[in-house]
């Protein structure tokens, strides 16, 4: 199977063998560089260089505005409308400065200025521009990176840009959150009419969810009919971190979600399986703190973190970025562990002997 086959597989409800692999978070720039004098190499990524499953991660956008190298956001003359791409990309996903990204939501009025103007981010990272009409290639999936309302809140509220207003004013609140998520569909609507995506990756902040309380409940029914209409174009596959209340994770399933991942803190994969049942998608579980651990106890802990998520769709990856205090050889141990044929051979009896039992 090629890494779309793989990926599709999992996300859909399915299993593979081995467990599909791929860190979410990625690994920190010191951490590359300590692994370069380690034994990888310079021209190489470390998913490329394990073989892990690739993916093509389109972030839509970041920072409390949609960037664009244009001053028309400001420009009285263009409020109401989006503002269309300069030009197109002659490659699909190549990572450049700056975005061809619209400018973010038309300033119609007084107030859709004002927040333009208190929020308005010129200095955003890297990221992938649209894939225009180039065909993606078809051995990896492209995963959409969603910014996740409540990162976006904890971005938007620093001093520099809206502080404690957005938070205080509630016709402020309803006002910017309604502004986000037509940003969203209309940025996402532009991926999905090119047939470039095949799922959403949704970067919410969970310690800000928290924070919101009450107000973050009534935010998930706009999720869930943003991600209907998302469906309505063929986008089926929806993974969002996995929130620490129950009726948190309850909710994201009934807006839509298929899978839940590890933002910050490893998950209690057999607690979730539980749960969440066989054909959810479960994904991390185990620390970057455990790759430090000596290879008797990193393998016993691989074992006991897979063991029971491995029951339905799991991916194999970190709560957080890879630091560069971890080894590359406990790095490569960790994956051997992960994908070792005897180890899937005893999980592929253990789930044999349950459906004998039942």
Same mark, same amino acid.
Request: proline share 9%; with cysteine.
């Given at each position: ?122 200095h955003s990272p890297a990221r992938y521009p649209l894939p ?107 993974? *969002?971190?996995? @929130?620490?209340? +129950? $009726?948190?994770? !309850? #909710?994201? /399933?009934? =807006? ?81 562990? *992960?994908?070792? @044929?005897?180890? +899937? $051979?005893?999980? !592929? #009896?253990? /789930?044999? =002997? ?5």
């Amino acid at each position: 199977m090629t890494s779309r086959e793989r990926w599709l597989t999992v996300v859909g409800g399915g299993r593979v063998e081995p467990p599909l692999r791929w860190e979410i978070h990625g690994y920190e720039p010191g951490c590359l560089a300590a692994w370069a004098g380690q034994g990888l190499p310079l021209d190489q990524r470390p998913e490329v260089f394990f073989g892990l499953d690739l993916l093509d991660l389109a972030n839509v956008y970041w920072g409390p505005l949609p960037t664009f190298q244009t001053v028309g956001l400001f420009d009285p003359e263009c409020a109401g409308r989006w503002h269309e791409p300069v030009q197109w990309p002659s490659r699909p996903l190549r990572r450049e400065f700056g975005s061809l990204l619209p400018a973010g939501p038309p300033a119609r009025d007084s107030l859709s200025l004002y927040l333009a103007q208190r929020c308005y981010n010129a200095h955003s990272p890297a990221r992938y521009p649209l894939p225009g009409s180039t065909p993606v290639p078809t051995e990896r999936p492209v995963a959409l990176g969603w910014p996740g309302l409540s990162a976006w809140l904890a971005e938007a509220c620093q001093p520099e840009f809206l502080g404690g207003e957005l938070l205080a004013d509630e016709g402020l609140w309803q006002e910017t959150t309604r502004r986000f998520f037509l940003f969203l569909e209309v940025t996402t609507r532009r991926y999905l009419e090119g047939g470039a995506a095949d799922l959403v990756l949704i970067a919410e902040n969970v310690a800000v969810q928290t924070q919101l309380g009450s107000r973050w409940a009534r935010v998930i029914p706009q999720y869930a009919e943003l991600i209907g209409r998302t469906r309505e174009q063929g986008l089926q596959h929806f993974l *969002v971190p996995a @929130p620490v209340a +129950v $009726e948190d994770r !309850r #909710r994201w /399933r009934e =807006a839509g979600a298929t899978g839940f991942y590890a933002d910050g803190e490893p998950l209690d994969l057999a607690v979730l399986r539980d749960e969440l049942g066989p054909h959810v998608l479960l994904a991390g579980g185990l620390s970057v703190q455990d790759l430090l651990l000596d290879y008797g106890d990193l393998e016993r802990r691989v074992q006991a973190v897979i063991a029971p998520a491995a029951e339905g769709p799991l991916l194999v990856t970190l709560e957080r970025p890879v630091s560069a205090d971890v080894p590359l050889d406990h790095y490569r141990a960790y994956l051997n562990f *992960v994908e070792r @044929p005897e180890w +899937v $051979e005893h999980l !592929r #009896r253990k /789930r044999r =002997a349950r459906s004998d039992e039942q």
